[in-house]
């Protein structure tokens, strides 16, 4: 199935595909978003994100807990966290947004928030992208730009109006002006490494579902 996903998100678009502005949330939407991360509901799935994620780089991942794909190409290291219907599109979309806010909290700026549609046969595919690069300053040490984990990349991805996929990945700048990269692992812990939910944590999940 990713073989094929990933085929179908590589063919040749139309002007309708091209990518275009995304939406910023309305403030109901905002105050929304910020009471689900006040009340911690995040913690029901970062946690166990994690712990799928060095199960399937281990070799150890199966049928059990969350769905996660390793992406390793071009220079780009990653990864896909992939849909589960426990979780409910509201509670997904939260995620995504959040994880956008930790990557912005590690000293980067939201480059690009774009969105794209694309349609294939039965198939339609919304993607929503943010490109986060680096805050330009120096490394006292070596007065070389620091670049932390270089270019971070966060996608959202529905597929027939359904919640498939979160993508992480990093793309690390190899020029000598810039400090060497943290390891995507490390970018990983910093944001995902987070304590199970507990029983009350738990009971919100079905409060945001559906947002």
């Known amino acids: 199935m990713l073989q094929f996903l990933q085929q179908l998100f590589q063919r040749r678009t139309d002007a309708a595909a091209q990518w275009q502005p995304a939406h910023e949330p309305t403030p109901a939407q905002a105050q929304r978003h910020q009471a689900w991360v006040t009340e911690r509901v995040y913690r029901n799935w970062l946690g166990p994100y994690f712990k799928a994620y060095h199960l399937r780089k281990g070799g150890a991942g199966g ?15 990653g990864a896909l966290f992939f849909y589960d219907q426990t979780i409910g599109p509201g509670n997904f979309e939260h995620l995504y947004q959040l994880l956008g806010e930790r990557v912005a909290a590690l000293g980067y700026h939201r480059a690009a928030h774009d969105c794209r549609e694309r349609r294939h046969q039965q ?20 007065g070389r ?22 993508r992480l990945s990093t793309n690390p700048v190899h020029e000598t002006h810039f400090t060497p990269p943290h390891s995507f692992e490390a970018l990983l812990k910093t944001v995902f490494d987070e304590p199970l939910a507990d029983a009350a944590i738990e009971e919100k999940i079905i409060e945001y579902y559906t947002n």
């Open 123 to 142: 198939l339609h595919e919304h993607t929503v992208k943010q490109l986060f690069k680096p805050n330009p300053t120096d490394c006292v040490e070596s």
């Open 145 to 166: 730009c620091d670049q932390r984990y270089g270019f971070v990349t966060l996608d959202l991805v529905d597929v027939n109006d359904r919640p498939l996929f979160i």
């Open 63 to 77: 049928r059990r807990g969350f769905r996660v794909e390793l992406l390793q190409e071009d220079g780009r290291q």
